[in-house]
């Protein structure tokens, strides 16, 4: 089992900048790669960014590439998510996930934290 906690969403103005962090728990040397996801409301969940933990591979989608960093502290089993030049679009609950079973950045996801809002004024 792995356990995953959120934090450091909130609300923030366009522009703005947000730092989110995932601590993880439990069987961590079991998954290949940590991701974040997102949903907005009235959407599906969407895949934000991911990394492999042995080796560092990181993985972007198209549209937060240029503005989000994935990064990971081994010391702490702590993944990041640093967000900058944020827009209204950008509005969602945040996931962490942590893989099982799989050689995929993209796929395989197993283990899913509570999530943390982030909310992008205009």
């Known amino acids: 089992q792995v356990q995953l906690v959120e934090s450091g969403g909130g609300l923030v103005q366009a522009g703005g900048s947000l730092r989110l962090s995932c601590a993880a728990s439990?069987?961590?040397?079991?998954?290949?790669?940590m991701g974040w996801f997102r949903q907005a409301p009235g959407k599906g969940r969407e895949f934000v960014a991911a990394?492999?933990?042995?080796?560092?591979?990181?993985a972007y989608a198209d549209s937060v590439k240029g503005r989000v960093t994935i990064s990971r502290d081994n010391a702490k089993n702590t993944v990041y998510l640093q967000m900058n030049d944020l827009k209204p679009e950008d509005t969602a609950v945040y996931y962490c996930?942590?893989?099982?079973?799989?050689?995929?950045?993209?796929?395989?996801?197993?283990?899913w934290g509570q999530g943390t809002q982030v909310t992008v004024s205009s």
């Open positions: 996930a942590a893989s099982r079973g799989t050689s995929s950045i993209y796929t395989g996801y197993y283990y």
């Open positions: 439990g069987r961590t040397f079991s998954s290949y790669a």
């Open positions: 990394l492999v933990w042995n080796g560092g591979n990181t």
